[in-house]
């Protein structure tokens, strides 16, 4: 089949559609035997699927948006208007003539992270302060019309930066410190700080010490570090001293005497965690030491530093892997001052972050000014248009607004300027500070965005009902409870709440998925647990076996959990088993509400568990696969109802697997096979492909979905 293509000059910006489908007559004929029914089933269907017709040779009453007459999928590289793809600019200067920033804004050119090409735009925002708000702006020469060629949406590519890289948590003297970072080393650092500020009235007479004992550091690389530092600024490039413990470099005393200036080491002993550290700051002579007990002290070194009354003191951690996490456990933590002392705070050093802040899209015409909503809350992702999940890296996320919906005052035919903002437009509430990047501006006619919007038949993902969905029924005909794998690799995983040092990993080879968690339990109205999930859009379910799961108490769980947001209080459902107390549905029917429970007891691991969204009612089931086929073998699993909650949830949801330990700093490992979810086939959701599919899916015939939809 041969597409042509026709091209239109759109301000300076050529724009390729790809033009219409021909016509396509599609015989399909399948002789099935059901040793269950005995029968043969033929299926004979001739089916005319066009968009290359016109309107008078085909039912369309069912297409919705201009027609199928454009193949404007997302594989479409010429299907969009570029409005600046920051691949012209030759550096900051000449960005910053184009795109001018105001209020609390910095704007610079950067190669990483781009989206497509070799450039982006960073923008640093600080909404802390009034006008509360960070804008850049970009004039056009001349007026653009952003209704021409039926153009309905406005999209950028957004990059967020994690709203922080580590974690603190200390009482009585034990705490917990989980850091990133490259290095505390060189002229700069990058590690996670937990310190308290110390402010001198006068020189001091009296010496500041801090002393830990570090009990464990996670071996993210040999030359990780976790100890006690002084340091005399939050600057990345800082004055500093410190004691560290590494995994496989033993103790060692490390400084910066200099502001920006080189880092310098004192080796100490050889000796790994446990191990007690201290340091001690006398005027300007900063001495560190090390101790099995301490009581039997060895001083490592000391030098000369020089500091203001105002400096901060602390632990610090940093797993000299980049933004991999490296968890540090402390106690025995004490500080000794003759100075006012503030409480703990904990904060990234040398990271660019992103804290909490609305990101607006404005446009123009010569008299009136108009801004839309792209992205509510940049550290929460489901909050964000067309989100996909950050998970500690940086990655570019598609966001937009459909132009249709936005108020008609505003002429889009006669577009002098565009801006994005960060923060309050109106300059009233202060917000957070950060930097974000954004890249390649686009214009869009409607389009296929799944995610979005879809038909419900569609099985082939392409947002319209036709011939590329036959064969997905086809090849699971009169199949019983059909399951099919989803994954063959690892998902995106995270800790969630309190949980800390959780990993998640996938043997290709066995099949097994491994889990391991932290978390003092998902229950009552917030949780901490491991997550391995993926997005889910509208109704799904998802089967799996667990295999085994460590007895760290006998309220342990893991499971299937269908969630509403990343958040510790999220809306819930999931289904788990646990070492002791047998197979449970749990679920949080409100957000910060309490949770509430269904136990099936005296079952346990091996066991088969499967969960069912189909709309705001969700099902748990349990079945005892064991040494038999596969859980969704239909005829060696009875499957068994646990219990059921009606939960109003929002359309895009999470979902994946869940462990917790239910007992705080203690890892719990369980084991997963055979995850799967069913058939897109499945339209019916009867648990069998069948002609009530094939209904389902004439039903909607040449229906189709893209966004935005006509209003």
Known sequence: MELAADYYVFKNVWLAWVNRKEVLVVTVRRSIWSSKIGVAAGILMTIMVSSGLPASSVDTHHVTGESSERTMGEESQAGYVIVDDFESYKNTDDLKYRWVPSGNAEVSLVTDPAHEGAQSMR???????????????????????????????LSLWLAVYPESYGSFNCHDGTCTVTG??????????????????????ETPQVPTLIVARLTYIEPTDPWAKAGVMIRKSLDADSEHAMVVVTPDNGVAMQYRAVKAGTTYTIPGSGSKAPRFVKLVRSGNIFTGSESLDAVLWAEIGSVDITMSTELYVGLAVTSHAGTRQCEGNFSNVAIETPAFISPW????????????????????????YEYE???????????????????????????????TTCAAEVNLAEIIGMSIITGDPCGIEPGGSGTICVDDIRLHPPRCIPSLISPHADTSGDCAVSYEDLPVIADDWLIHD???????????????GG???????????????????????????????RYAYRPMSGDGQMTVRVTSIENTDGWAKAGIMIRETLAANSKHAMIVVTPEYGVAFQHRPITDGFTASTEHPGLNVPICLRLVRTGDTFVGYCCCCQDVEPCYAGQACSWQPVGTATIPMN??????????????GVRC??????LCEFSAAELHRDGVIDFRDYAELADDWLHEKLWPPPY
């Open 482 to 496: 059909v399951c099919e794998p989803v994954w063959d690799g690892p998902l995106s995983s995270k800790d969630i």
């Open 373 to 403: 909503e792209v992205a509510d809350d940049l550290t929460n992702p489901d909050d964000r248009t067309w989100e996909n999940p950050l998970d500690l890296k940086i990655d570019f996320d598609e966001v937009g607004v459909a132009l």
């Open 345 to 368: 705070t904990a904060q990234d050093i040398g990271f660019e972050t992103s804290e909490s802040a609305t990101v607006w899209v404005g446009w123009d015409d010569t008299y009136l």
């Open 651 to 664: 359309t895009d949801v999470y979902i994946g697997l869940a462990v917790t330990s239910h007992k705080k």
């Open 669 to 674: 490992t369980a084991k997963f096979d055979r």
């Open 123 to 153: 923008i640093a925002y600080d909404n802390e302060q009034p006008p509360y708000y960070s804008k850049v702006r970009l004039t056009f020469d001349e007026p653009q019309d952003w209704t021409a060629e039926d153009i309905k949406s």
């Open 499 to 529: 949980a800390r040092a959780g990993r998640f990993g996938y043997n290709a080879t066995s099949g097994i998925y491994t889990i391991d968690a932290c978390g003092e339990d998902i229950w009552d109205r917030a949780d901490a647990f």
């Open 180 to 201: 990133a970072g490259a290095d505390i080393w060189d002229t700069s650092d990058q590690f996670y700080y937990a310190h308290k500020k110390l402010t001198f009235l």
